[in-house]
Each structure stands twice: as C-alpha cells, then as structure tokens.
C-alpha cells in the first residue's frame, strides 16, 4: 500500500480525507481576510467574514477561473476581484454585477465544513456528513494555550509520522539541545501497542517510567503533561508547571508537509500571562531572524553550517536548535524516503506498528471493509 501519495483520487489520500485536518492557525486569519491554501495537493480559499466565523470555498471563480483569495471579504461573503461575482460561505454565487438576477442562483462553488478549536481551524475534505470533530481535553483546560507558527518541510508527511514513536532518536539527534544525551547510555526497549486510538510508545528505563508517546490515527502525535516534561522557558527556567503537546502533520503535497504544534502549560494568572509573552518575544525573534531553522536546515544538509554553530547563534531558545536537529534528519531522508531500503531493528517498533496498521487500515478502505473506529480517552496518562 502506498501511503505516501495524498493527492485527490488517491487510496490515502480519499483515506486521510475522511478525517478533520488542521488547515491554518487560526491567528493568522484575521476577520475580513482571504488566504489561499494548499493541502493533500489541493488548493482552497480560506476567508473569514467581518464577523468572524471562518469559511473554506473552492480555490477558483466559477467565472473566468482567477484565483479568490486576491478578492476581499464583504460581510461574511468573498467578491472576486477579476469582474465581481460575490460568495457566501456555502460557495452560493451571490451576486454578477452586470448580469441578469436570476443568474446568479444558478452557479456555485464547492465549499467544506470548517471548525475552530485549539488555536487552528480544521476542515473536513471528504465525501458525505464529516465525522464529530474530536477533543483533546487535557488542552481544554485552564492554563495556555499556546499555538506555534506552522512548520512547512520539504518533505513527506509519513517522514514526519515515522518520527512521532521514534525514542531512540532523541539520544543522538538531539545531542547538542539536550543535556547528557550524546551517548546510548539509558536507551531501553522500545514498547509499542495498539490502542483505542492508535498506538502508545514507551521506553522503560530502570528506576523511571522512562519516555512515553502516543499517536493518534492516522496523523497526530501526543506528549502526556508530566511533572518531568521541562518548559520551554530558558528565559525563565525556575518557572514551575507542567507541559502537554500535540503535533498535527498535514501533507501540502506529496513532497511537502506542515506541522501544527501546540502546547498547553498548566500555569494561570500573571505567571501564565508571563510565560505567553516571553514565548511570543522569542518567536518574534525567530521570525526577524536572519536564517530561519529551515534555512539553516538547508545550510547544514549542504555543508555550509553545522549545528554548532545553530547552538552558538541561537542560546535563548532550545525549540529553534530541536527544530533545525529534526528537519536535517527528517528532510535528510529526500522528499519522499526510500522505505524499500530500509533496515528495521528492534529501536523500531514503534514505526512498525503503525506502518501496519497503516497498511491494515488502508487494505480495508480500499476493499470497502468496516475500518476501526478510532476513539480518544478523556484523558491519556504519561
């Protein structure tokens, strides 16, 4: 089963639709604003109305074919900007200046649900009624919530899924941002088993429960809040709470991908206000920065930085140095990995697991069997 190709008519790709995706952070679309947007090879127009509910319609007029998202918003309706024709939010054909009345209510354009929920708005892209949108509750709780700026890589989105149960992987790929892991000295057995919602990866090391993931189906990569799991605070590292996490990978194409993380820190009142802020100045920072961690993942893969010097740079925000760690790694592997080559060990067990059930789940989609109903628990302990 090739789950590497997402585009439309596509087995994963009709697979990977049949789920809400994360399409933008929220943020980033203002009321009155038009954005294009590309996922699983397809290209849409997100807007949101004056009043700010978020809609997604199809990329193009139904008239002359120009791209929507260089109209603008008027209410809660998008007007093409090539001859004027006018859209609500169900892609319903409004208004043609110029054009006879009843004109209009005979053109439309496709349009897809859309929901907002953690700081992103997430689209349902498939045929039929979308599924109930799922909930993470230990996101809804008080604290921050603090949404990141999207990661878009170079490469496919399974090189980034692959990662998600890779424990191992910190020990070595992470040894400059991460103190006294340079070495495999408490690197346990990888455990993997399939739950309710996907798959749970722990590493038991003695004395400690040791790392534990856990992987929704079919896209989506948690860490628990534990006591243990630092913030990423070095600005403020006496600052106590705990940190949960969740990772959202999305294909743009099938040699792009984009990455929605996204924390919750158990801190409330002034010292969650605090930590937002100092999060929201290191994250200007990063943006005003001359090289970008992905810029600077392209100067390491070509030999012109190391990550040495990514360290040296860039001392006050350990997220940019993990960041740059995994996209040389994962980006590293070319646009789309070479799985026919590749050789598994027991560090593996993980990617296995989900590789199969993956492969599982796709056989069944594509021979109409009843596929697993994925569900989540109220909450997921470490």
């Not at 947007?37 to 008239?63: D, W």
């Not at 993470?136 to 989105?157: A, H, I, K, R, T």
């Not at 390491?300 to 040495?308: D, E, G, H, T, V």
């Not at 697991?353 to 993956?358: F, G, T, V, Y």
């Amino acid at each position: 089963m090739d789950f590497v190709r997402t585009g439309p008519g596509t087995l994963t790709g009709r697979y990977l639709r049949t789920f809400w995706q994360p399409i933008f952070r929220a943020e980033d679309v203002p009321a009155g604003r038009a954005v294009p947007v590309q996922i699983m090879s397809e290209h849409f127009t997100l807007y949101r109305g004056n009043a700010g509910l978020p809609h997604l319609v199809a990329f193009r007029c139904a008239h002359r074919g120009t791209q929507l998202s260089v109209g603008w918003v008027e209410d809660d309706c998008i007007r093409c900007r090539y001859h004027g024709w006018m859209y609500d939010g169900d892609g319903q054909c409004v208004e043609q200046p110029g054009e006879d009345s009843s004109f209009a209510s005979k053109v439309r354009i496709r349009s897809y649900p859309v929901q907002e929920y953690l700081g992103l708005i997430f689209a349902y892209l498939g045929e039929g009624e979308p599924p109930p949108l799922p909930r993470y509750p230990d996101f809804e709780d008080p604290g921050v919530l603090d949404v990141y700026p999207p990661e878009y890589w170079p490469c496919n989105y399974f090189n980034r899924l692959d990662n998600a149960p890779d424990l191992g992987h910190v020990h070595f790929a992470h040894k400059d941002s991460r103190e006294a892991a340079t070495t495999a000295t408490g690197i346990g057995a990888i455990l993997a088993e399939e739950t309710d919602y996907g798959v749970k990866t722990s590493m038991p090391l003695q004395g400690s429960a040791g790392p534990t993931v856990h992987f929704h189906m079919p896209n989506i990569n948690q860490f628990v809040s534990r006591s243990d799991l630092r913030l990423r605070d070095p600005l403020n590292p006496s600052a106590k709470g705990t940190m949960a996490r969740l990772l959202i990978r999305v294909p743009v194409d099938d040699e792009h991908c984009v990455s929605f993380p996204l924390d919750h820190v158990s801190l409330t009142g002034e010292a969650g206000e605090q930590y937002l802020a100092r999060r929201r100045g290191m994250e200007a920072a990063q943006l005003a920065a001359t090289l970008s961690p992905e810029a600077m993942g392209e100067q390491i893969l070509a030999s012109k930085m190391s990550l040495s010097d990514v360290r040296e740079r860039d001392t006050a925000n350990l997220k940019t140095l993990t960041s740059v760690e995994d996209y040389v790694v994962q980006c590293g592997q070319g646009a789309i990995a070479d799985h026919e080559g590749e050789r598994f060990g027991r560090m593996d067990a993980g990617l296995v697991l989900i590789r199969s059930i993956w492969q599982r789940e796709l056989r069944a989609f594509a021979e109409g069997r009843p596929l697993k109903q994925w569900s989540r628990t109220e909450r997921l302990e470490p």
